[in-house]
């Protein structure tokens, strides 16, 4: 319908084009006076509008208000506290009308006139059988309603033990229905302690010195006493009286590995008040070590990720590599053969060092490479390693030790929550204080958008007392913005004295930010206040190009771990790191191999990469010099080797880190170079075994699997695994997530017991890998409450439907409609023509004459 004159239309408007014939009527009547030819055209003109159909267009507004439903979920898996705060959120907008609906639900769904009264008395909930959650019942009644645009304001958990909604969503989606799902913006506390996990390694040698740790989660509102059990093959070995504030907490125990294939670790809370933990099923934890009796190479690195390049080269080739940080290193024995990688002499114990000796004299392997860390003046001079080795080193001049100062930077943003990041890195800054001396000085500053001192720069024997409770303070929240953080430790550090003045950064997220601001920052640190930054990146989404730049240039150290129970120990590292002298002169030395050398018999390559640098030993009497670089005066020995006792060893007196040895670390012949060397080495006997990790987690009610492999050989590998447990056993194949991670969702099992053994198919043929235990502690079916929500549901059930979750406008929603009325001028405009006419001829016979 087209519009003419606002609010007149025309039904039929192409009438219209008739009033272009209007001057013919001129042509017709011009011997007729003015009067009568104007009078007759606009008659005419009115016949023409009468028959385009004039209509007058009436809009009328209604506002009315859109009718509201409140759905409260008093299932026995809302707590009491949840229950109060539903009453205190219907507040306001939100407040439930006299015109508004009103309905409870369990398992059942009811219509309530008094909803305060319900969430208050728990016999009024009876009638909905709230011993089940059933939402799929809930909005079938809802849809039964008569149609008509309703906002559903939904409060609950979000879980159901009866019922899957998910079947009604489309139904929803297009029934008028908005819901919106009222939930509270964090955890509700709940009278219940879980041991979320039991860490610990899934192998290991018979004898071994192990870590395990008890992730213990207090959902309390305050703390709770009880006790600790750990339990190895089901005889306790260990009762700890602990004391858990809410939120997670890490406890750490050492074990030693007993005898047989399979050891198996139970950790079990006890609590004091029985009132405090109502669900006893979550309060055990189990883990399995495969006991292994073969042999192993130990590469104890002086540098985090020091010895990336030679762990990777060595599994490539099958050996089981266990890599430590000297502070960690297990002892000597059940190694076949021990490599220290740029360690320095300060980092090791006489004692261990005098172990080495006598695990090398029994029969065993030893090698040691590196720069100055490992064969600078005076490290290892006048030691059992110096006695061992085919190398003797130069005497140091001394050095006045001055005292150190440290300011940590711990990124505190809400990410840190995850995996416990911020618990980690907490116990790394407690293990500073415990590694430095009194009169070191040591800082911590915590940041998200804007930095703040958690513990201010100040002697560590100042702060031994305060310090473990200062550094508590740290909470995850926020966003990640480093950069004023930075400007803070500098400004803390520029005004002191010491010796050497450190910054060491944990962050695991994107900062905001320039990058260019960083380096200049970090330059001028370095350059003027002689201040070093080094930096460690946490997980998947820190950003590592940006934290790596930022030590290159600060001078520090770099590591990127994904595993948050390594910081302690990195962070360790950093701090005991030490300048050395100025370095060797770099330039480029061509080795070349010494004639008779066992150790490269045979050996394929008959050139060798250039390396950058090496560093300057003596070749003992009786060693064989298998790599020498020709100077002017002497063949300066690059490798060397011989036999200690029943033993042997070896000296390579250059790094494999790229710092001399970009060229070697290219070279398509390290590989082989480094089979040559553990092959003469090491005792026969050594077995490969695949590195991997396994992990089990929940999504929802289901338990996942997911397994690691480090190794490219595996790439076009199958898994398989076999759950057993409960008398059922379950199979299937993981399937690939990406490169070296592989996933399986396990179906929803009863409580209970459960064995997962994995297995690799891999050209042809089956690698075992150790098995793994867990409990499954919750029945997906039982109505308990749980710590979490189910915002995944929630949320896909506010969007199919065209509501929020928690909607930032509470006001009352309203309707407008629209109508329109036409109203038709056709009778008015025909008795106007006709009283037009007739005034027409009326006209003509009273005032001109005419008659005809």
Known sequence: MTEWIQPIQFAKPWVLWLLIGLPILGLCFRNRSSSILVWRTLILALVICTLADPQFIIRQTHVEDQERIFAFDLSHSIPVKMRHWMESSAQGALAPGRADRIFIFGAETQETPNWRQSLRDNSRSN???????????????????????????????????????????????????????????????????????????????????????????????????????????????????????????????????????????????????????????????????????????????????????????????????????????????????????????????????????????????????????????????????????????????????????????????????????????????????????????????????????????????????????????????????????????????????????????????????????????????????????????????????????????????????????????????????????????????????????????????????????????????????????????RKAPLLASWRYGRGKTVALTTDLEGRWSRAWIQWGGLAEFWEKIIQWIRPSGDSPIPVHETRISLSGSHPVLDLYVFEEAASDSQFRFAASGKGNKIDGTLRRIAEGHYQAALPTLAPGEYRIDLTEERKGRQITYPPVGFISSYDPKSELPRPDLNLSLLTKLAQMSGGEVNPTSMETRQKETFTTTQKSLRNFLIISVFALFLLEVAFRKMYLGEYS
């Open 127 to 633: 009638g909905i059988e709230p011993a089940k959650t059933n939402l799929q019942r809930l909005f079938e009644n809802l849809l039964k309603l008569p149609s008509n645009p309703r906002s559903v304001f939904l409060f609950t958990d979000g879980w159901e033990t009866q019922g899957n909604l998910e079947t009604l969503l489309p139904v929803i989606a297009g029934s008028g229905l908005k819901v919106y799902p009222i939930v509270p913006s964090r955890s509700m506390s709940i009278a219940n302690v879980t041991v979320a996990k039991l860490m610990a390694p899934t192998h290991g040698d018979s004898g071994e010195a192990v870590n395990i740790k008890v992730v213990i989660e207090n959902h309390n509102d305050g703390e709770v006493d009880g006790t600790l059990t750990l339990a190895r093959n089901g005889q306790a070995f260990k009762t700890d009286a602990v004391k858990l504030n809410p939120g997670s907490q890490i406890l750490s125990y050492q074990t030693t590995l007993s005898e047989g294939s399979l050891t198996s670790y139970r950790a079990t809370f006890t609590p004091r008040q029985a009132d405090l933990d109502r669900f006893q099923p979550d309060n055990q934890a189990l883990a399995w070590i495969s006991v292994r009796s073969k042999g192993k190479i130990l590469i104890v690195s002086g540098r985090p990720n020091g010895a990336r390049y030679l762990e990777e080269t060595l599994r490539r080739q099958g050996f089981d590599v266990t890599s430590r940080a000297p502070e960690s290193a297990p002892a000597p024995s059940g190694f076949n053969v021990i490599i220290f990688n740029n360690v320095e002499r300060e980092k090791l114990s006489s004692n261990y060092l005098n172990a080495i000796e006598r695990h090398v004299n029994d029969g065993n392997g030893f090698m040691m490479l590196g720069s100055e860390w490992s064969f600078g003046q005076g490290g290892y001079r006048r030691t059992p390693i110096e006695t061992i080795l085919p190398v003797e080193f130069k005497e140091p001049p001394k050095q006045e030790e001055k005292n150190r100062a440290f300011v940590l930077v711990i990124d505190k943003s809400g990410s840190m929550r995850e995996d416990n990041r911020i618990l980690y890195a907490q116990e790394a800054a407690k293990a500073v204080a415990r590694q430095l001396k009194d009169n070191d000085l040591l800082g911590v500053v915590g940041f998200d958008v804007t930095p703040f001192v958690v513990v201010p720069l100040a002697s560590v024997g100042s702060l031994r007392g305060s310090f473990n409770s200062q550094i508590e303070r740290l909470k995850p929240a926020g966003r990640t913005v480093m950069l004023p953080a930075i400007i803070e430790a500098k400004r803390q550090l520029e005004r002191q004295p010491a010796g050497r003045k450190h910054v060491i950064i944990l962050s695991d997220g994107e900062t905001g930010g320039s990058g260019g601001d960083f380096i200049d920052l970090v330059n001028v640190m370095r350059a003027e206040q002689k201040i070093t930054v080094s930096s460690v990146a946490i997980g998947a989404e820190a950003n590592v190009p940006l934290m790596k730049r930022i030590s290159q240039y600060g001078g520090g150290f770099f590591h990127h771990t994904f595993d948050p129970s390594s910081l302690p120990q990195i962070v360790l590292q950093q701090v005991q790191e030490k300048p050395k002298d100025e370095p060797p002169p770099e330039r480029d030395f061509t080795p070349i191999q010494g004639r008779g050398s066992e150790l490269l018999a045979d050996f394929s390559r008959q050139a060798y990469p250039p390396l950058r640098g090496f560093i300057e030993t003596e070749l003992k009497r009786g060693a064989q010099l298998d790599l020498l670089i020709p100077k002017e005066d």
